[in-house]
């Protein structure tokens, strides 16, 4: 399996195909498709990490688990954080991502939090090389080695990895809750953030396109909130939140 995962970290990724519709087939077909794809999506569950666990096994042996860094390059986030001498970082739903591991490798402290511990595991143990590291932080130096820990746990724990931390990221978690449970969990979160601090938060909608406007599902529950948005200031006051959307 870690043989595996340092092919996957290795790859560079040129383009990628992914089912986007299961219902264009009629009758037993639909189901036979929907079930051998039915792998590509992630569990609706936020509390039992069993399904997590699969969903992750399932991602490594498809050979696809390397998509989770497809929009990942931290080198604005860095140089933020640099000149504001923020240095305390918690990556939200981590997954399988090495994320954490390049901020670290970028000078940082952190800490990767994540329901399923067999995702927390993998991330742990892998050891990409400096120059995928690099990548995933822009192309800023590294090698300062900050301090690095992985967490399995829930989010919504308020107990669980509970700061203050300089920046907070989470990369298409907090869009998986119900809209009932959101208000919630964006709270814990939240509450977990210093002041100055960053909220980094990735929204992800396949199903935009054009003309349609582009909206980060979390923006609302930000602005009733009354949160600044950043806007590419150099040095921040107050709490901002970074809003990041990509789509196809």
Not at 28 to 52: G, H, K, Q, R, Y
Not at 204 to 210: E, I, L, M, R, Y
């Amino acid at each position: 399996m870690w043989d595996s995962l340092k092919r996957l970290l290795r790859r560079r990724s040129t383009q990628h195909q992914v089912v986007t519709d299961l219902r264009c087939h009629d009758g037993d077909e639909d189901d036979e498709i929907s079930d051998e794809f039915s792998w590509i999506f992630s569990p609706t569950t936020l509390v039992d990490s069993a399904p997590w666990d699969k969903y992750w096994r399932e991602q490594l042996s498809h050979g696809v688990a390397g998509f989770v860094h497809l929009f990942c390059d931290d080198g604005d986030l860095v140089d933020v954080m640099r000149a504001n001498g923020l240095r305390t970082v918690l990556c939200i739903g981590n997954g399988i991502s090495q994320e954490p591991r390049a901020l670290a490798w970028a000078g940082f402290d952190v800490t990767a939090l994540d329901l399923s511990p067999f995702a927390t595991e993998v991330a742990s143990k892998a050891s990409p090389p400096e120059d995928y590291l690099a990548q995933l932080v822009g192309g800023r130096s590294g090698g300062l080695n900050g301090h690095l820990e992985f967490v399995v746990g829930d989010l919504c724990d308020a107990g669980c990895c509970p700061g203050p931390y300089d920046l907070v990221i989470e990369r298409k978690t907090l869009q998986l809750y119900p809209d009932a449970d959101l208000p919630i969990a964006m709270k814990v979160v939240s509450n977990r953030l210093a002041s100055p601090g960053i909220f980094f938060s990735q929204c992800h909608d396949g199903s935009w396109a054009p003309p349609a406007p582009r909206k980060h599902l979390l923006e609302p529950w930000f602005r009733a909130e009354g949160w600044q948005f950043y806007g590419g200031e150099v040095l921040l006051r107050n709490r901002v939140a970074w809003l990041f959307m990509t789509t196809g």
